[in-house]
């Protein structure tokens, strides 16, 4: 497993820092993933990623512990909550035309940050095994399925969340990795 956590390093984070773990997390939940109003203006948008990224330095403390399913479900579902009650009006009010994705702040925005920042953690040392793994259209075409099953942007449950880490489970069968395990060694980007 070690040779997998430092080629995912080498790659996305290079001198292993906390603050690039950050901005990949948040970076990869919006990079395929509209979430803000064309008009917000910039310090708006740098106090919004402030808060998120203070939201997601909290999680280090307790993920230094192995963590349920549930609980990680629970974090995900606070934080959509929490940036949807705090910044109102910085995320999109109307659904993606394109994508027909549901306004605000997502279930698949929150997903995204949190599994790519703990991904990062974990593979540094600095926290267990993270319950879950990002899930986005490269891992689930890696595990078989096509469009449009392969569309993450647009979940916005937590039981769609688990139709996708469903496929994922299936895809990994009976190995005896972790979900976070087979997602490293079958994450090519």
């Known amino acids: 497993m ?5 080629a995912f390093l080498k790659k996305y984070n290079p001198n292993r820092t906390l603050d690039k773990a950050l901005a990949s997390g948040i970076a990869a939940a919006v990079q395929h993933n ?3 109003r ?11 990623v402030c808060v998120w990224r203070a939201y997601l330095k909290e999680l280090i403390k307790r993920y230094k512990h192995p963590q349920s399913v549930e609980s990680y479900k629970n974090d995900i579902q606070r934080l959509k909550t929490n940036m949807n009650k705090q910044f109102p009006n910085a995320f999109l009010s109307e659904p993606h035309k394109r ?3 549901a306004p605000g702040f ?3 925005h929150a997903q995204k940050s949190i599994s790519v920042f703990l991904k990062h953690l974990w593979c540094m040392g600095i926290v ?3 319950p879950q793994c990002p899930v986005d259209s490269i891992i689930l075409k890696a595990a078989g399925k096509h469009y449009p099953d ?3 942007g647009c979940v916005n449950s937590i039981e769609e969340h688990q139709r996708k880490i469903a496929f994922l489970e299936t895809a990994k069968g009976d190995s005896k990795d972790s979900l976070a395990e087979w997602e490293l060694k079958k994450f090519k980007a």
């Open 34 to 36: 509209s979430l803000y």
């Open 106 to 108: 997502r279930i698949s």
């Open 128 to 130: 267990e095994t993270p």
């Open 150 to 152: 392969t569309k993450w």
């Open 38 to 48: 064309k008009e917000l203006l910039p310090e708006r948008k740098e106090t919004v």
């Open 2 to 6: 070690k040779l997998h956590k430092d």
């Open 99 to 101: 994508y027909k994705t």
